[in-house]
């Protein structure tokens, strides 16, 4: 978290510049959400990373996630511009900075929700574009309340930034929401997964420095049925009209691309094992015995890659 927050206001270093950019915290809800852009060429990543970093100190980070920033920063591909572990405030909490969980009770009925999520920018390089690939995947934990997108006020001040954020769908434009006692509960929940998932993930890469054969096959096979269903859809927006409820054809189609879905969230969940050192060959074989959509070939391929991976 390149920030600082002092008497109310809100330290962001931009890392293109030396000088930080103030923001004063409460003037305006800050729309954390765009869709997710392609990496750019940016020659001047290393000069970056180097001056964000230098900016960079302990005291800026909330306490519970600071070992992650360093873990993460100390990757090459990439390092951070911003981050918050998330807040609760309600009745009898105020304190917008707080880091406390929220108490078991029957007393507190709404909480006003300050957004975690953690903001950084990545190398254009094949190190970058994978570690990509592992934070999309991250969102397998929950889909309906943790997003993987671009933030345009980051973008405009840093290329390639990218960040992945809890928060519940209907509110993932905004840095804040009011939610009902239970929904904070289970957004707690998914907060504590997310950062613990995300501490595994970087540890893995720190620890493997490159990309396993296993996860090479997983991602293979999920850009195999992301092309399966990218047809199924071509078919479907091109299907003549009206069409009848009982069109079997359609029916058909319609039945597929909602089988090929399954199998995709199925794929995503076993990403996120592989990240917390908890896959089998066996789940391979369950996977390809359970699929319609997994020809020989690549069954083959997810076989062999989790062979050699398991020696």
């Known amino acids: 978290m390149v920030v600082e927050k002092n008497v109310g206001i809100t330290k962001r270093f931009c890392t293109t510049t030396i000088e930080p ?47 992650l920033i360093l873990a993460l920063n100390k990757l090459p591909y990439c390092f951070t511009l911003q981050c918050c572990y998330g807040h609760f405030i309600y009745k009898g909490q105020t304190d917008s900075h707080n880091m406390a969980p929220l108490p078991i009770t029957d007393t507190i009925t709404r909480v006003e929700y300050r957004i975690a999520y ?28 943790i997003q993987f997108c671009c ?11 990218y960040a992945l954020q809890v928060q519940p769908d209907r509110f993932k434009h905004k840095d804040r929401a009011k939610l009902d006692y239970r929904e904070a ?30 996860i090479t096959a997983l991602r293979a096979l999920k850009k195999h049925l992301n092309a399966k269903r ?25 039945d597929e691309r909602a089988k090929i879905s399954r199998e995709l969230n199925h794929v995503n969940a076993m990403l996120v094992k592989w990240s917390s050192y908890d896959i089998e060959f066996k789940d391979i074989e369950q996977l390809i ?20 991976s398991n020696g």
């Open 185 to 214: 509960l289970h957004i707690q929940k998914i907060r504590n997964a997310f950062f613990d998932q995300l501490q595994e993930l970087i540890h893995r890469r720190s620890v493997l420095k490159v990309e396993s054969s296993e």
């Open 118 to 145: 953690i903001c950084l920018c990545m190398e254009n390089s094949d190190s970058g574009r994978g570690l990509l690939e592992d934070l999309s995947e991250i969102t397998a934990i929950d889909p309906e309340n």
């Open 230 to 254: 990218a047809g199924i859809n071509d078919q479907i927006g091109i299907y003549p009209h009206p069409i009848p409820a009982c069109d079997l054809q359609f029916n058909y189609l319609l």
């Open 21 to 67: 950019i103030f923001i004063y915290a409460g003037t305006a809800d800050l729309e954390t959400f765009t869709e997710i852009r392609g990496l750019l060429e940016n020659p001047l990543y290393q000069d970056q990373r180097q001056k964000s970093l230098a900016g960079l100190s302990g005291g800026m980070i909330d306490v519970p996630i600071a070992g």
């Open 151 to 161: 933030a345009e006020w980051f973008w405009e001040r840093q290329i390639n930034s």
């Open 289 to 308: 015995k359970s699929s319609s959509h997994i020809d020989d070939e690549m069954a083959d391929r997810l076989r062999s890659g989790f062979k050699r």
